[in-house]
């Protein structure tokens, strides 16, 4: 028998709720067409000031060639908002930039309802922009990065202008998930394995992404006022050239019997089993490890630098570090091993009260 983690998923559906308003629970091959939770209903929907404090929204993009990692996130907390942006030199083992910015409610920081086809996601700031948007008919996601030398603190400023292509690529994963604790419903869609084109100028260097490999994390919720997880994401390339990428959770997403752990490689998408971290908290650039239950993943992380969100805002307290390096190791899936070397990618070490 095929075990269940290598079923083919099935099609995403046409909306997040049934037309009774009950949440379409199960993970999925596909991009979600709008993240409509307004059509949940009953105990799923929570009164307008329940929604205020506990709709979540972000967009997370990652891109990497052998020789730089770069990433960018936009998040929508409906009260406050904030970004940040990360480049890693991956062969001197350097940051060469590393910057956040925290902003109000409203038109500074956008993140949309659709996740694929006519995503939009931005933030705008002195001296700083980034966002992320894909036309109705498009089949790339147009990336930018516009971060003054006010804001980098360094003599360089950081730009990136990048495109992440959807054509040719593996199918996103979507995952409609219930949330423990005082949360209610979560929505995420990711993707990796991504072709990535486009330049990056940051910390006094150039470099071209094309032929790079990246993906993206759109996630947006109703979720628990104290949320933790641990993540790990990753995108880069087999030995004979071939675009790999995978994403595991543990701790979040993981209700009602589904996960959003997933290996893509090529044009193919293999759901995976539930994931485990080992790693020490207090040293976060030790190395770490990333197994399933089943035994069919054996991933270990070198750490080259680590990206923190330390805030302590009252209403908000954030314990967010994000460690940038390289994945070497195996993924059985699909009836093969896969063998991983210096894979480019981050794990997350997350503890929220918002």
Same mark, same amino acid.
């Given at each position: 028998m095929t075990p269940e983690r290598e079923l083919p998923l099935p099609p995403v559906p046409n909306s997040v709720a049934t037309s009774q308003g009950e949440p379409r629970f199960g993970r999925y091959q596909g991009e979600l067409r709008e993240v409509d939770l307004g059509r949940l209903k009953g105990r799923w929907a929570?009164?307008?000031?329940?929604?205020?404090?506990?709709?979540k929204r972000w967009l997370y993009t990652f891109a990497a060639t052998p020789e730089v990692a770069a990433f960018f996130a936009v998040v929508d907390l409906s009260y406050t908002s904030s970004a940040f942006a990360v480049a890693v030199d991956l062969k001197e083992r350097r940051p060469l930039c590393d910057v956040s910015f925290l902003g109000a409610p409203g038109p500074q920081a956008e993140v949309g309802d659709k996740p694929g086809a006519g995503l939009s996601a931005s933030f705008r700031t002195l001296g700083g922009r980034l966002s992320a948007r894909r036309g109705e008919d498009d089949e790339r996601f147009q990336l930018e990065v516009d971060v003054s030398r006010l804001r980098t603190g360094s003599l360089q400023s950081f730009q990136w202008r990048g495109e992440l292509l959807v054509a040719g690529g593996p199918p996103a994963l979507t995952l409609i998930a219930p949330v423990d604790g005082d949360g209610l419903v979560n929505v995420t869609q990711k993707r990796s394995g991504l072709l990535a084109l486009g330049s990056l100028e940051v910390g006094g260097r150039h470099f071209r992404l =094309?032929?790079?490999?990246?993906?993206?994390?759109?996630?947006?919720? #109703?979720? !628990?006022?104290?949320?933790?997880?641990?993540?790990?994401?990753?995108?880069?390339?087999? /030995?004979?050239?071939?675009?790999?990428?995978?994403? @595991?959770?543990?701790? @979040?997403?993981?209700?009602?019997?589904?996960?959003?752990?997933?290996?893509?490689?090529?044009?193919?998408? #293999?759901?995976? /089993?539930?994931?485990? @971290?080992?790693?020490?908290?207090?040293? +976060?650039?030790?190395?770490?490890?990333?197994?399933?239950?089943?035994? /069919?993943?054996?991933?270990?992380?070198?750490?080259? #630098?680590?990206?923190?969100?330390?805030? =302590? +805002?009252?209403?908000?307290? !954030?314990?967010?570090?994000?460690?940038?390096?390289? @994945?070497?190791?195996?993924v059985r899936a699909g009836g093969r091993t896969y063998h991983? !070397?210096?894979?480019?990618?981050?794990?997350?070490?997350q503890d929220m009260v918002w």
């Amino acid at each position: 028998m095929t075990p269940e983690r290598e079923l083919p998923l099935p099609p995403v559906p046409n909306s997040v709720a049934t037309s009774q308003g009950e949440p379409r629970f199960g993970r999925y091959q596909g991009e979600l067409r709008e993240v409509d939770l307004g059509r949940l209903k009953g105990r799923w929907a929570p009164a307008m000031a329940a929604r205020l404090l506990k709709r979540k929204r972000w967009l997370y993009t990652f891109a990497a060639t052998p020789e730089v990692a770069a990433f960018f996130a936009v998040v929508d907390l409906s009260y406050t908002s904030s970004a940040f942006a990360v480049a890693v030199d991956l062969k001197e083992r350097r940051p060469l930039c590393d910057v956040s910015f925290l902003g109000a409610p409203g038109p500074q920081a956008e993140v949309g309802d659709k996740p694929g086809a006519g995503l939009s996601a931005s933030f705008r700031t002195l001296g700083g922009r980034l966002s992320a948007r894909r036309g109705e008919d498009d089949e790339r996601f147009q990336l930018e990065v516009d971060v003054s030398r006010l804001r980098t603190g360094s003599l360089q400023s950081f730009q990136w202008r990048g495109e992440l292509l959807v054509a040719g690529g593996p199918p996103a994963l979507t995952l409609i998930a219930p949330v423990d604790g005082d949360g209610l419903v979560n929505v995420t869609q990711k993707r990796s394995g991504l072709l990535a084109l486009g330049s990056l100028e940051v910390g006094g260097r150039h470099f071209r992404l =094309d032929g790079g490999v990246g993906g993206q994390d759109y996630t947006q919720g #109703y979720l !628990s006022r104290h949320t933790a997880w641990r993540w790990a994401f990753a995108a880069g390339r087999l /030995a004979d050239g071939t675009p790999i990428g995978f994403n @595991f959770a543990e701790g @979040f997403n993981e209700g009602g019997g589904d996960n959003e752990n997933t290996l893509w490689v090529g044009d193919r998408i #293999y759901p995976l /089993a539930r994931a485990r @971290f080992e790693y020490d908290r207090n040293e +976060l650039l030790d190395p770490w490890r990333v197994t399933t239950v089943d035994g /069919a993943v054996d991933l270990h992380f070198k750490p080259i #630098y680590v990206h923190r969100e330390e805030k =302590d +805002l009252r209403l908000v307290v !954030s314990h967010f570090a994000q460690p940038v390096g390289l @994945f070497e190791g195996t993924v059985r899936a699909g009836g093969r091993t896969y063998h991983l !070397s210096n894979v480019p990618g981050v794990t997350e070490d997350q503890d929220m009260v918002w």
